[in-house]
Structures are given as structure tokens and as C-alpha cells.
């Protein structure tokens, strides 16, 4: 059952797609109605409509305006415009919403609503309900050359230096890396992998290939996707410019095809972008992988369902100095996700296999690994050494100890402590990136041009990125900019005695009667009324 929700300023009209609608109660159910683009917007798009009938001329805000905006927060909305004016402007306008299914012509016939709606239904149970393709191949070689291929890719994501040897085999896999520009995605899912079933694995691995296919079908990007052993990895590459916000529509309607078309949820996040000119500069790739590996790590603060990007979360200036090592990676991966107890467990095991009997040679070195490893999976390695020991007193500790026991238990307190640090790093640098967000807000709120799109332009953050910082703490862009305003209304209102028409230019609204309604629509009377009251 898909939703919709109506927004036209004609009574009649809203009254005559309520009835025509109810033809459709089988597939779609209407879920609100409105008679301007400003009520539709605050208060329609948070229910998460599938579908918005809107009329394009609407008092505030037109319906152009209330669907780009809506597509901000649901990238997979569909739309049906309705208009009195026959202007190839406004049609135009709809069209490059990328969203209009169906562009109708008032009075509304039933013969053209359902056209649309048809069309609408078709699409989008395209986008929620991807059917498995049965993929079958009886050939033993294209087998082992893709096999080859996956295993060639994974170790080029780990490879510190590509020699000509590995670029040959790589080229004969197949493997063309000579972009330009490029950037690495990892896809992984926000369920714990013991939640996950190896059906469900290989099924979302297969809807997200295909998706990811379908998206990026038109666009002027190569990809090349592949399986790692509990996520799915993506290049994207270019040899123009990467558009950040291009990419950013793609990666998040994948993301909500998947979220919304299969029993599992994922999250996305993507490297730096790479200008460095390919496979054939000498580029870094293991880079890049580990840059997709940290910024995924901030989908357990911002929520599942997350787009991330390197270039967002790099612009809170993390603290450096982890020290560089690739060993033990799993137990730095599960502590670096937020598992601690899994990386004590994986700690555990290796410590039954690893005695000093048993490794009497090696067995410092094993420690000395362990330790380095987790101080790099520390993401504030200065508040470990403030908060409880320096780099020398954790190696002076952990060689103090006499028994095995005594030294596990030594390590499981610094996953503690670690896991610690880096919850309340990853909350700080999400509250520093709210704060910096809501602090621009409130600075320019009386930019009557004053948009998502300008905030994360001025702020170097991507839309989504905002939203879902915003979104932690249940607020949004239009709700923070609203509060701003109408407190600064409410003040203006009992410290002057200017006209309205001044008051509104003053916070940021060009029409006075948009500002009366959005007052009205927020303390429950009318500006006046409220004056004469206080």
C-alpha cells in the first residue's frame, strides 16, 4: 500500500481527488491533504508519503519548491503535478524534478488521473520490490576468472604497494582503475552479521548490484562492484569532475531502494574523492579503503540507513597519530564498530592459541602487535594517554604481567577504555558538526534565500549529511530555520511596534502573508492577536 498525500489551495478540487481516489484504495491510501505547500511541507513530508498530488500555484510555497525540498528527505517521492495554467515553464520545471510521473490539467478528468496513477503504481513498485534475478552460468572457466578477479580486487583494497606485476593481472582480469578521479564505497549492514543469514547476505548482495547498475545506468560515472566477506564494496570512477551532490542523490536512493525493498538495512560510506589520475599514478588504495572504514564507523551515532562522506566527517579535524599497523585487523574492526565485547572475544581466542610456552619466540611480539592495534583503533589517541595511560606505561604495564590471565585481563580494560573514548569522540564531533550547523542557522536565518543546498554549500557538508545530523536531534532544516524566525517574530513583536510587513522582511520572509500564516500555524493565533494579548 503506497502513500499520498494531497496538497491544493482549492477546497473543490481537494474534495473531487479525495473521491476520484478512493478508485485506487486497493494500492494507495490517502494519508493527508492540504491547502498550501508550506503545511504540506512541514507536516505531510514527515509521513513519508510515497506519492504528492500537488497543485503548482499554492499559496507560500509552490508545488515545484514542495517537491524539491521533499526530495531532500525522500529521494525515492514521486509526484503528480496539477495545474490551472498551461505555461511549458512550469512543466519544464516539473520534469527536471526527475520525480513527476504525471502532469494534470484542471478540471481533473478521471482518464487522465489514472494514467498517472498507473504510472505511478508501476514505478513505484519498481523502486520497493526488486525481484531476484536468477543468475546462472554453467561455465567453469568464467567461474574461476570471476573468482580470480573478486580475490585480486579484495587484496588490492590491502596492498601497500602495487607492483607492475599485480597491475598486469589486474589488467587482465578485467580491472580498468585508470580514472581520473575516483572514490570507494563500502555498503555494509547496520544488523549484527550473527542477525544476518548467508540467504539474506547473498540476496541483498544481489538486489544491490543491480540497483546500484540501474542508478547509475545514465550518469557519467564507471563502477565496478564486489564482495568483501561481511560487505559489499563499490568504485566509482570519472574522468570529469566528481559532483559530491549528484553522487549523494544516487548513494541515497540505492540506499533507500534497499531499506525499503528487503528485509535487511544497510549503510554507505564513501573514501575521499581521488584525483591523483588512476592505478597507473601509484594512488593509494588501501587509502581508500580505510577512509570508507572510518567514516562508516559514524552510522552507529547518526542511525542506520546512513550515506556518509569522508569529506563531512574530515571537516571536524579528527585527531591524528593511530599508529599504522594492519594486523589483527578483525578484532580492531569489531572495536572500531562499536563491539567491544566481540573484540574481547576474538582477544580471548587468540590468547588460548598464543602462551608463552607455546609461542616462547614470538609471543612478545604477538603482545606488542595486539597492543598496537588497538591504541590505532583508539580515535582519540590523546585521551587515552590523558585519561589513563601513555604508550610507555601501557607497554611498561602489559610486560609487568607474570601470568597469561593477568594480561588478558590487562587488554579486555583497555577495550574498555578504548570503547569509551571512542563513543564519546564519535558524539562530539557529531555535536560539533550540530552545533556548527544550527549556529550558521541561527546566523542567517534572515536570508530569505536560505536553503539546505546553501547551508551545506557554505559549511562544506553534504544535504544528507545535515539531515541526518539534524535528524539526531529531532529536528530538521525547515523546523530549526522556523523556530529561529518565529522566536525572533514573537520578540520583534513585543519590543516594536513596526509594521508587519517590516517584521517579516526582518526574519527573512518576503511576503507578509506567509509570515502571518507560518506565526499563526506555530503559536495559534495571528501576529496581531498575539501583540494585543502580551
Request: charged share 30%; net charge negative.
Given at each position: 500500500?503506497?502513500?499520498?498525500?494531497?496538497?491544493?489551495?482549492?477546497?473543490?478540487?481537494?474534495e473531487r481527488?479525495?473521491?476520484?481516489?478512493?478508485?485506487?484504495?486497493?494500492?494507495?491510501?490517502?494519508?493527508?491533504?492540504?491547502?498550501?505547500?508550506?503545511?504540506?511541507?512541514?507536516?505531510?513530508?514527515?509521513?513519508?508519503?510515497?506519492?504528492?498530488?500537488?497543485?503548482?500555484?499554492?499559496?507560500?510555497?509552490?508545488?515545484?519548491?514542495?517537491?524539491?525540498?521533499?526530495?531532500?528527505?525522500?529521494?525515492?517521492?514521486?509526484?503528480i503535478?496539477?495545474?490551472?495554467?498551461d505555461?511549458?515553464?512550469?512543466?519544464?520545471?516539473?520534469?527536471?524534478?526527475?520525480?513527476?510521473?504525471?502532469?494534470?490539467?484542471?478540471?481533473?478528468?478521471?482518464?487522465?488521473?489514472?494514467?498517472?496513477?498507473?504510472?505511478?503504481?508501476?514505478?513505484?513498485?519498481?523502486?520497493?520490490?526488486?525481484?531476484?534475478?536468477?543468475?546462472?552460468?554453467?561455465e567453469?572457466?568464467?567461474?574461476?576468472?570471476?573468482l580470480?578477479?573478486?580475490?585480486?580486487?579484495?587484496?588490492?583494497?590491502?596492498?601497500?604497494?602495487?607492483?607492475?606485476?599485480f597491475?598486469?593481472?589486474?589488467?587482465?582480469?578485467?580491472?580498468?582503475?585508470?580514472?581520473?578521479?575516483?572514490?570507494?564505497?563500502?555498503?555494509?549492514?547496520?544488523?549484527?552479521?550473527?542477525?544476518?543469514?548467508?540467504?539474506?547476505?547473498?540476496?541483498?548482495?544481489?538486489?544491490?548490484?543491480?540497483?546500484?547498475?540501474?542508478?547509475?545506468?545514465?550518469?557519467?560515472?564507471?563502477?565496478?562492484?564486489?564482495?568483501?566477506?561481511?560487505?559489499?564494496?563499490?568504485?566509482?570512477?570519472?574522468?570529469?569532475?566528481?559532483?559530491?551532490?549528484?553522487?549523494?542523490?544516487?548513494?541515497?536512493?540505492?540506499?533507500?531502494?534497499?531499506?525499503?525493498?528487503?528485509?535487511?538495512?544497510?549503510?554507505?560510506?564513501?573514501?575521499?574523492?581521488?584525483?591523483?589520475?588512476?592505478?597507473n599514478?601509484?594512488?593509494?588504495?588501501?587509502?581508500?579503503?580505510?577512509?570508507?572504514?572510518r567514516?562508516?564507523?559514524?552510522?552507529?551515532?547518526?542511525?542506520?540507513?546512513?550515506?556518509?562522506?569522508?569529506?563531512?566527517?574530515?571537516?571536524?579535524?579528527?585527531?591524528?597519530?593511530?599508529?599504522?599497523?594492519?594486523?589483527?585487523?578483525?578484532?580492531?574492526?569489531?572495536?572500531?564498530?562499536?563491539?567491544?565485547?566481540?573484540?574481547?572475544?576474538?582477544?580471548?581466542?587468540?590468547?588460548?592459541?598464543?602462551?608463552?610456552?607455546?609461542?616462547?619466540?614470538?609471543?612478545?611480539?604477538?603482545m606488542?602487535?595486539?597492543?598496537?592495534?588497538?591504541?590505532?583503533?583508539?580515535?582519540?589517541?590523546?585521551?587515552?594517554?590523558?585519561?589513563?595511560?601513555?604508550?610507555?606505561?601501557?607497554?611498561?604495564?602489559?610486560?609487568?604481567?607474570?601470568?597469561?590471565?593477568?594480561?588478558?585481563?590487562?587488554?579486555?580494560?583497555?577495550?574498555?577504555?578504548?570503547?569509551?573514548?571512542?563513543?564519546?569522540?564519535?558524539?562530539?564531533?557529531?555535536?560539533?558538526?550540530?552545533?556548527?550547523?544550527?549556529?550558521?542557522?541561527?546566523?542567517?536565518?534572515?536570508?530569505?534565500?536560505?536553503?539546505l543546498?546553501?547551508?551545506?554549500?557554505?559549511?562544506?557538508?553534504s544535504?544528507?549529511?545535515?539531515?541526518?545530523?539534524?535528524?539526531?536531534?529531532?529536528?530538521?532544516?525547515?523546523?530549526?530555520?522556523?523556530?529561529?524566525?518565529?522566536?525572533?517574530?514573537?520578540?520583534?513583536?513585543?519590543?516594536?511596534?513596526?509594521?508587519?510587513?517590516?517584521?517579516?522582511?526582518?526574519?527573512?520572509y518576503?511576503?507578509?502573508?506567509?509570515?502571518?500564516?507560518?506565526?499563526?500555524?506555530?503559536?495559534?493565533?495571528s501576529?496581531?492577536?498575539?501583540?494585543?494579548?502580551?
Open positions: 500500500m503506497f502513500k499520498v498525500i494531497i496538497a491544493d489551495d482549492e477546497l473543490a478540487v481537494r481527488l479525495l473521491g476520484q481516489l478512493e478508485k485506487f484504495k486497493d494500492s494507495f491510501e490517502v494519508i493527508g491533504f492540504f491547502d498550501n505547500g508550506y503545511d504540506a511541507l512541514v507536516s505531510g513530508v514527515s509521513l513519508q508519503p510515497d506519492l504528492i498530488i500537488t497543485d503548482i500555484k499554492m499559496p507560500y510555497i509552490d508545488g515545484i519548491e514542495l517537491l524539491k525540498r521533499a526530495k531532500e528527505e525522500l529521494p525515492l517521492i514521486q509526484a503535478i496539477i495545474s490551472g495554467y505555461s511549458f515553464d512550469f512543466a519544464k520545471q516539473a520534469i527536471s524534478l526527475g520525480c513527476v510521473v504525471g502532469y494534470l490539467s484542471k478540471p481533473i478528468s478521471f482518464e487522465e488521473l489514472n494514467e498517472s496513477m498507473d504510472k505511478a503504481k508501476t514505478l513505484l513498485n519498481k523502486l520497493t520490490n526488486f525481484e531476484k534475478e536468477e543468475i546462472v552460468t554453467t567453469e572457466a568464467k567461474k574461476n576468472k570471476e580470480t578477479k573478486l580475490m585480486d580486487l579484495n587484496l588490492l583494497m590491502t596492498t601497500k604497494n602495487i607492483s607492475d606485476e597491475r598486469a593481472r589486474l589488467k587482465e582480469d578485467g580491472i580498468n582503475l585508470n580514472f581520473k578521479n575516483l572514490f570507494f564505497c563500502i555498503f555494509d549492514f547496520d544488523e549484527e552479521y550473527d542477525k544476518i543469514t548467508i540467504n539474506e547476505f547473498e540476496n541483498a548482495g544481489l538486489l544491490l548490484e543491480k540497483v546500484i547498475n540501474e542508478e547509475f545506468l545514465y550518469s557519467p560515472y564507471k563502477t565496478l562492484f564486489f564482495q568483501s566477506t561481511q560487505h559489499y564494496n563499490l568504485f566509482v570512477m570519472n574522468n570529469g569532475e566528481i559532483q559530491k551532490e549528484e553522487i549523494e542523490a544516487i548513494l541515497k536512493k540505492i540506499i533507500a531502494i534497499i531499506n525499503k525493498s528487503s528485509k535487511t538495512s544497510m549503510s554507505v560510506g564513501t573514501s575521499e574523492f581521488d584525483d591523483e589520475g588512476g592505478i599514478s601509484g594512488m593509494s588504495f588501501r587509502k581508500l579503503y580505510r577512509h570508507a572504514e567514516t562508516l564507523e559514524f552510522r552507529t551515532v547518526i542511525g542506520k540507513g546512513s550515506v556518509l562522506f569522508f569529506s563531512d566527517l574530515n571537516n571536524t579535524k579528527p585527531q591524528s597519530g593511530k599508529v599504522d599497523d594492519n594486523e589483527f585487523k578483525a578484532i580492531s574492526y569489531e572495536l572500531l564498530y562499536g563491539r567491544a565485547e566481540e573484540s574481547k572475544n576474538k582477544i580471548a581466542t587468540l590468547f588460548e592459541k598464543v602462551t608463552p610456552e607455546t609461542f616462547k619466540d614470538t609471543y612478545f611480539f604477538i606488542d602487535n595486539l597492543l598496537n592495534i588497538l591504541v590505532k583503533s583508539c580515535i582519540s589517541i590523546s585521551s587515552l594517554y590523558d585519561s589513563y595511560m601513555s604508550q610507555a606505561d601501557l607497554v611498561k604495564t602489559m610486560y609487568s604481567y607474570k601470568t597469561n590471565d593477568a594480561r588478558l585481563a590487562f587488554f579486555n580494560n583497555l577495550v574498555d577504555r578504548i570503547d569509551k573514548i571512542n563513543n564519546e569522540s564519535k558524539v562530539s564531533r557529531i555535536e560539533l558538526s550540530y552545533n556548527q550547523i544550527v549556529d550558521y542557522i541561527l546566523n542567517n536565518y534572515t536570508d530569505t534565500n536560505l536553503s543546498e546553501k547551508v551545506g554549500k557554505d559549511l562544506g557538508y544535504v544528507s549529511y545535515i539531515s541526518a545530523i539534524l535528524k539526531t536531534h529531532n529536528t530538521s532544516f525547515t523546523k530549526c530555520l522556523t523556530d529561529k524566525r518565529m522566536e525572533a517574530a514573537k520578540n520583534l513583536l513585543l519590543s516594536s511596534d513596526e509594521k508587519l510587513i517590516i517584521i517579516a522582511s526582518k526574519i527573512g518576503e511576503d507578509p502573508y506567509y509570515f502571518s500564516h507560518c506565526f499563526k500555524k506555530y503559536y495559534g493565533v501576529p496581531l492577536t498575539y501583540k494585543k494579548q502580551k
